[in-house]
């Protein structure tokens, strides 16, 4: 048979009568709940009505430790899905179709199996496609490359369903190479990566989660500094805003990024469908959708919308949290829910992962997550959360591009830098009007850490700090005088621009006066002038490294 003849679709090797037997067994003994999950998902299932039936019986497992066919009837019935099971004389006729319930595991496998050969022949099915259709090399073989990789999962031998060897040498460990973090845009967010974009109602999260994933579908560097390797399919479900607004702010967001929309073949969106993730009809038609498009992000807008559980509650959060997770690990998936803070003055840990509105178990649930919060200026502060290295607090500023007339021509996230370095822009913008007041009424000698704490009625340790800052942006710099000649000498911090007379041993012992600073900066407004910039500004001068921390 050449490859031309496969079989398309899912009518290729199947079992039914170990899906049945399976099935029965799940019914009869909740013990064999867990001992099938350990070897399959409800996608292993050739029939349709087998996938839900896996389904619910697995959930009903993970939050009651046990299995009522009478609470399975019901929750089909609730559903409208006793018709599409086929009723209550199915399920007797699956109670009866197995021997005994130690056979699960047998059973389980020899459904995995016809699912591992039906993955193959998609798989090859696909490339082929793919191949015939034009496609890049390099894609094909990677995707080729991903479906393999999920089925040899499938195909390790286990004891009772748990792996074979459960631990290895320490020095397998500690010899093996490293593997670099798989990142959909560097340093920004892990490929894989399950998390929040999480803030206050009509803050911007859904521009920033619209924003990335345009970014990650047309391959554009996220703020124009943390690279996109490469461009990504990306699964958008937006069920908040209407279709219009998201259409509007797709072209808004692309005509100030200078780029085209994203091709169809990178960029689907799901818009106010009523979509539910734990509805298992909606369940079936998500894993469908990610079975043929494959993307690499999934942004859900909003996470409120899309459950029917209590989001205070702890085992209906994990059984919702758990649903997302096992796609995540089915399609190697990034997933990005965007989600509401308590409201106010709720109690609790200013973290952005103890913010999130419900159970403690969603910020629990995070791998990669961004936080948002509005400063004072108007900036919107992100707070970055990830298991692999983090980023530092950085902000952004939502603003209006216009043409020449005043008309709306686009819509930029510009970037403003290290979060840490604009929260305190005003005070460091006083402690250098107060260094150099300080400099050119008395000299460095008053420019000494104590002395400058004194006169700005603040902490040593306070000033210290703002000094750090303001020294890494080349707005002040250290020397060592010896106040009067004598003595030990002492540190000092000069405005930058200041002259700096020294000793023979290389220390300043006549700093110049105020009189003599004046004559070498010319008029002396010009002197203080940097402390009237807007606060960004000054900082934004010393250098981008600074900026951006």
Excluded at 50 to 59: D, M, N, P, V
Excluded at 296 to 306: H, I, Q, S
Excluded at 391 to 396: G, R, V
């Amino acid at each position: 048979m050449s490859i031309q003849d496969l079989p398309s679709g899912m009518g290729a090797p199947h079992s039914l009568e170990a899906e049945q037997a399976l099935l029965g067994a799940m019914l009869l003994d909740a013990a064999a709940v867990p001992v099938a999950a350990q070897i399959l998902n409800a996608s292993a299932f050739y029939r349709t009505s087998h996938r839900l039936l896996f389904t619910l019986l697995s959930e009903m497992h993970a939050v009651h430790g046990s299995v009522d066919p009478v609470l399975i009837r019901d929750e089909l019935a609730r559903h409208g899905l006793s018709e599409e099971v086929g009723g209550e004389a199915v399920m007797a006729d699956l109670m009866g179709a197995v021997g005994s319930p130690s056979q699960a595991e047998h059973y389980a496998r020899i459904v995995k199996e016809k699912a591992v050969l039906r993955g193959l022949i998609e798989g090859m099915r696909q490339g082929l496609a793919d191949a015939q259709g034009g496609g890049k090399s390099e894609e094909i073989i990677r995707r080729l490359q991903d479906r393999v990789s999920g089925l040899e999962g499938l195909t390790n031998q286990s004891v009772g369903g748990f792996p074979a060897i459960f631990a290895q040498p320490l020095s397998a460990i500690l010899n093996a190479q490293d593997v670099p973090i798989d990142y959909l845009a560097q340093s920004f967010l892990e490929r894989g990566a399950i998390g929040f974009i999480g803030g206050e109602p009509k803050l911007g999260k859904s521009w920033l989660a619209l924003y990335i994933a345009l970014c990650i579908a047309t391959g554009t560097p996220i703020f124009g500094i943390y690279a996109v390797p490469q461009r990504e399919r990306v699964l958008y479900i937006q069920e908040e805003d209407a279709i219009g607004l998201l259409k509007r702010r797709i072209r808004l967001l692309c005509a100030w990024l200078a780029i085209p929309e994203p091709e169809d073949a990178f960029f689907r969106v799901a818009v106010r469908t009523g979509f539910k993730i734990d509805d298992p009809r909606w369940f079936k038609v998500l894993h469908k959708e990610l079975m043929g498009f494959h993307p690499a992000l999934v942004v859900v807008d909003v996470f409120n919308k899309v459950h029917t559980a209590e989001e205070r509650d702890q085992q209906e959060m994990t059984r919702i949290m758990g649903l997302f997770e096992s796609l995540r690990r089915e399609f190697a998936c990034a997933i990005q829910l965007v989600h509401h803070f308590k409201k106010e003055g709720s109690e609790g840990s200013k973290r952005g992962n103890q913010r999130l509105r419900g159970s403690s178990v969603l910020g629990s649930c995070s791998e990669c997550s961004f936080y948002l919060s509005q400063m004072q200026d108007g900036s919107l502060r992100v707070e970055h959360e990830s298991k692999n290295p983090t980023l530092e607090p950085f902000a952004f500023r939502l603003e209006d591009v216009k043409d020449p007339a005043g008309g709306l021509i686009g819509v930029r996230l510009a970037y403003q830098g290290a979060a840490a370095v604009i929260q305190q822009s005003d005070k460091l913008n006083e402690m250098l009007g107060t260094v150099q007041k300080a400099y050119t009424e008395g000299g460095e000698g008053l420019c000494t850490a104590k002395a400058l704490a004194e006169r700005a009625n603040v902490s040593e340790n306070t000033v210290r700090a703002q000094l750090r800052l303001l020294e890494d942006a080349g707005k002040v710099r250290q020397v060592k005088i010896r106040p009067g000649g004598q003595g030990r000498s002492v540190t000092a911090y000069p405005p930058a621009e200041a002259a700096d007379p020294a000793g023979e041993d290389g220390s300043a012992t006549h700093p110049p006066r105020g009189d003599e600073l004046m004559k070498q900066a010319g008029d002396p407004q010009e002197v203080g002038s940097s402390a009237q910039k807007p606060p960004f500004e000054l900082i934004q001068e010393a250098g981008e490294g600074v900026a951006r921390g």
